[in-house]
């Protein structure tokens, strides 16, 4: 295992949140090819639909993202302390709604994202720019292996799993009739 240093450590973070993740989540949503008994040759470079818009402060170890897809955008954070993830799902409510209100409709994407490795949590709490409005977070917790940022192949799995969950999230809350983004 190569040892980094500090700074080349902070360096991958900032790529990894940067460039790796804004690049995989607009995949989140994609246009799927007819059914066919050949390849399509459609690349996941043209079939991505999704837009993402992130806001991060160099030397920080985490970013927040904005996903825009199905009609819909999506407020995440992440954060990457070099063995471990944290990713913040935030869906704006409005009374009597709250985190035991909205849990138990996304009770199976939670069970998908714990056989991924995701520890999954709720609370209530407010929107970071507009105190007055409430919000539900979802928190995910996962420990990464020692080499993280050094190894390509679990850098490929997380990023895939935080994509394909990021898009379980989205579609769970449209199937429910949730609305993720603030009127």
Known sequence: MTRLTIEEAQQRVRLFLTQDMVEALRAV?????????TPSGLTMER???????????????????????????????????VRRFVAIYQVPVADPVGSSTIA???????????HAG????????????????????????????????DNPL????????????TRAFMLEARRMGIRLAAE
């Open 29 to 37: 949503d994609y246009e799927a090819p007819p059914l066919a008994d």
């Open 47 to 81: 079939a991505r639909r999704a837009a993402v818009s992130f806001s991060h402060v160099e030397g920080a170890s985490d970013c927040i993202y904005r996903v825009d897809a199905y009609n819909e955008s999506l407020l995440m954070r992440l954060q990457l302390n």
């Open 104 to 114: 138990p409709h996304f009770e199976r994407w939670s069970i998908g994202a714990g």
């Open 118 to 149: 995701w520890m999954i949590g709720w609370r209530d709490g407010t929107d970071p720019w507009q105190a007055d409005r409430r919000t539900v977070e979802t928190y995910c917790y996962a420990m990464l292996p020692e080499d993280f940022l």
């Open 154 to 165: 679990e850098q490929l799995y997380w990023r895939t799993d935080l994509v394909q969950m």
